[in-house]
């Protein structure tokens, strides 16, 4: 063995997934077993006190899955990864690991309306507050911190919006009050932003856009950087003794692991949301090409926000790789190789041009996801979005007006002939209307 | 010297046999207990507890100090240290007197002069880490939890 530290596209493909040391396998193996036998019964005591390591059962741990979590989170640059049913169970997984009630969140407003109502209502019920600041302001951010604030969180690329966190600010504002920032990380990826570079302390993905990549299978995935002083005190969970695993104390027993340890022994454990290792399988498979699939995104995505930049049908478009947009700075540092594939613009003729646009569509489907090999298009305030108040509408940036795009890896020159129709129909619905 | 590198450590523990464990517990619940279960039932290593309050742990016979321990058994391997980092520096003394080959200071057992009186002696030292965790990292047990292990290769595991 060496230290050699192997690229991006090297440990896409071997990260994980050595050959199977069972069989010799070296495509890796897909373990459709809900559960696993023991060598003894002192090994079943071990593995079930978490004293050793191996698979009990599949809702806890899988080695299927388990390949695909080490993959994640040796592209992402973390200490170890736990993959979940889908991204929202990745979400709460992380933050019930580190809160419980009583407890506060500080969160960007700019944000996947899926995330906001997960805050705002069902951690809410539970118990945990979360106060959310408008466009990732980070004297905002530093103002909203409490002493019973356990975690900062917020995306890379924001959902719809498209606005780029400044991770180092965030992270640095987190730290001084002993806070972990746990940021969202879906759009770029890891093979545009790697958050942990930049001082985040965990990462989420929903693994059903990119990574996976293909618009087939649901997952979500949590990646943790091991820096983290989880045992410094801030974190009672996880530096107090446990009810939940008989008095332990997980930042003593597992240091650096701690965080990760606790989110699968026991939220992974109760909460119930284990990812099946069919998708797993498939997104180990999404990971191997996403350094190909990456580029190809972005470059269509930037041509087909140029486009519509130049169009009179077009009022603005939030594509943080335009050169007019107020994101390009943080956009340069941050997501050096492209500003994503996913942005929205705004239509004239407000929301019957909109409706009038994605009707005209032939290529680009109208559906609420993002993330495929496909073009899509959606409008988040009938449907994404449609749970948010209109203030909280306001607050993540979103207008009546606002369409979003996942640009696919589709021949572009086809995508814009499409976008051209749409316009054209919206246009005439816009004629009508002046 | 210092052992700062994952290979590093794997070479320690691939040419070591004999770990005596100071500060094992007896008590499930301790860390220090969960690494002697690890290493004792895996069989990789001969482990052995060095604490003076307890006779035996798990069948294992327990020595008061690392000098009686190489009066029976020789020096050891390597004496993982399960200690308060203000001990450390007393354990390190021990482990030179007994004649270690290498010493562990675990998660949290940081102590600068411990750190250079095993280094000037010409022991391995190895700081901050976890003998548990780092040999499941070469076992395949660490990428059974989803851990990052850094080993990337093409080679067959050999089981």
């Given amino acids: 063995m060496s230290d050699r530290a192997f690229g991006f596209r090297t440990r896409a493909l071997h990260a994980g997934t050595p050959p199977d040391p069972e069989t010799g396998a070296r495509a890796l193996p897909l373990h459709l077993s809900t559960a696993f036998v023991f060598d003894s019964t002192e090994h079943a005591a071990e593995l079930f006190a978490l004293r050793t390591y191996g698979n009990i059962y599949t809702r806890i741990g899988n080695p299927t899955v388990a390949a695909f979590e080490e993959k994640l989170a040796s592209l992402e640059g973390g200490i170890g990864g736990l993959a979940t049913a889908s991204g929202l169970s990745a979400q709460l997984i992380a933050i019930l690991t580190v809160a419980e009630a009583g407890d506060h969140l500080v969160a960007s407003a700019n944000l996947y309306g899926g995330t906001i109502t997960q ?24 103002a909203a911190i409490r002493p019973n604030t356990r975690a900062v969180f917020t995306e890379t690329i924001g959902n719809p919006n498209g606005g780029v966190a400044d991770i180092a600010a965030i992270a640095d504002v987190a730290h001084a009050s002993g806070v972990p920032l746990i940021v969202d990380n879906t759009f770029a990826t890891p093979y545009l932003c790697r958050p942990i570079e930049h001082g985040a302390d965990v990462v989420i993905h929903s693994a059903t856009k990119f990574i996976g990549g293909h618009g087939t299978v649901l997952g979500g995935a949590i990646v943790e950087s091991g820096r983290f002083p989880w045992g410094a005190g801030r974190h009672p969970l996880l530096s107090t003794p446990s009810p939940g695993y008989h008095g332990m104390n997980f930042a003593e027993t597992f240091g650096e692991y701690a965080f990760l340890m606790r989110a699968r022994a026991e939220l992974l454990r109760d909460v119930g949301a284990a990812i099946s ?12 090409t ?16 140029e486009f519509l930049h130049g169009r009179d049908e077009v009022a603005w478009v939030s594509y943080a790789g335009l050169p007019d947009s107020e994101e390009r700075e943080r956009a340069a540092r941050y997501l050096p190789l492209g500003a994503g594939a996913v942005f929205t613009f705004g239509l004239r003729g407000g929301r019957d041009a909109g409706r009038a646009f994605i009707e ?25 979005h449609q749970q948010l108040s209109d203030d909280e509408l ?25 976008l051209e129709r749409g316009l054209a129909a919206a246009a005439k619905v816009a004629a009508v209307r002046a | 010297m210092i052992l700062e590198t994952a290979a590093e450590r794997r070479e320690l523990m691939d040419r070591s046999r004999t770990v005596a464990m100071v500060g094992a517990s007896p008590n499930p619940t301790r860390p220090s207990y969960f690494v002697f279960s690890y290493l004792r039932t895996r069989g990789k290593f001969e482990v052995t507890p060095i604490n003076p309050a307890t006779a035996e742990i798990d069948g294992v016979k327990s020595y008061p100090s690392l000098a009686a321990y190489a009066a029976e058994h020789g020096a050891p391997d390597i004496v993982d240290v399960f200690r308060k980092a203000d001990d450390a520096p007393q354990v390190a003394r021990e482990a030179i007197a007994a004649g270690a080959k290498a010493i562990w200071f675990q998660y949290g057992v940081i102590n600068d002069e411990a750190i250079r ?9 190895v700081v901050d880490r976890c003998i548990k ?6 076992d395949g047990g660490l990428s059974l939890s989803g851990m990052n292990t850094g080993v990337l290769t093409a080679k067959r595991r050999v089981r």
């Fill in chain 1, 119 to 142: 805050f705002s209502v069902t951690l809410r019920r539970m118990g945990i507050e979360a106060t959310f600041v408008p466009g990732g302001d980070v004297d905002a951010i530093r």
């Fill in chain 1, 277 to 288: 290792p069919m998708n797993a399988w498939l997104l180990v498979q999404g990971l191997e």
């Fill in chain 1, 290 to 305: 996403l350094a190909l699939r990456m580029p190809a995104h972005v470059a269509n995505a930037q041509k087909v926000a």
């Fill in chain 1, 360 to 384: 005209a569509l032939q290529l680009w489907s109208h559906l609420a996801n993002v993330g495929d090999a496909k073009s899509l298009v959606i409008h988040p305030a009938s449907t994404t």
């Fill in chain 1, 394 to 418: 306001v607050a993540a940036g979103i207008g009546a007006d606002t369409v979003r795009l996942s640009v696919g890896l589709e021949d572009v020159d086809d995508l814009v002939w499409d």
């Fill in chain 2, 117 to 125: 009186l095993a280094d000037d002696a010409g022991l391995a030292v």
């Fill in chain 2, 133 to 138: 965790v780092e040999s499941a990292r070469f």
